[in-house]
């Protein structure tokens, strides 16, 4: 059985609906284990070698956040700066990192709408495309990357059935059991 590490990146998960519910869609599954960064660090200091012993502990690591300005919120952004570190998370010499070979997904809801993450839509370019750091970040980590999970339309009510793909994050999740 794979364990997994949610590492949830919402600045107040308590206020949340969207986010909120595919945690609560998970928060059940004996293998997974949700990880809340700002109730963890809701001062900012993030403690660096207890969050690589998490993700040392877990086969599939699942960072799950809302889309902020086509980023991540501040401190999952911090978090990455503070954990993520050369000779642990990568190398440059091709030496395996730490994280070589779990799976990675990136898990997000966004405000806008689906069609608005087309080549087409509003912001000329898909999701992927517009949170390709997260791609080339993972890659760089050896990461064994897997689809992006997806709920958009947030903002307005979300433009997906949010009870339908909260059932679909815990059958991925499940997935891995």
């Not at 107040?12 to 949700?34: E, G, I, M, P, Y």
């Not at 086509?70 to 998370?89: E, G, K, S």
């Not at 990192?97 to 990675?104: C, E, I, R, T």
Request: with cysteine; proline share 5%; net charge negative.
């Amino acid at each position: 059985m794979s364990k997994v590490l949610v590492v949830v990146g919402h600045p107040d998960l308590s206020q949340s609906k969207h986010n909120a519910a595919l945690v609560d869609a998970v928060r059940d599954l004996t293998h997974v284990t949700v990880h809340d960064l700002y109730a963890a660090y809701p001062d900012f200091q993030i403690d660096a070698d207890a969050e690589r012993t998490l993700l040392a502990e877990h086969d599939v690591i699942v960072f799950q956040h809302p889309v902020y300005w086509y980023n991540t919120p501040p401190l999952f952004r911090q978090w990455q700066d503070t954990v993520l570190t050369h000779r642990w998370a990568f190398t440059y010499d091709g030496t395996p990192s730490q994280l070589a070979g779990k799976k990675a997904i990136v898990a997000i809801t966004s405000g806008g709408p689906a069609e608005s993450y087309t080549p087409e839509g509003m912001n000329k370019a898909t999701i992927e495309t517009l949170l390709s750091s997260w791609d080339a970040t993972l890659r760089l980590c050896q990461f064994d990357i897997q689809p992006m999970f997806k709920l958009h339309g947030t903002a307005f009510g979300a433009s997906e059935d949010l009870a339908t793909t909260a059932k679909q994050y815990n059958e991925l999740l499940a997935s891995f059991a």
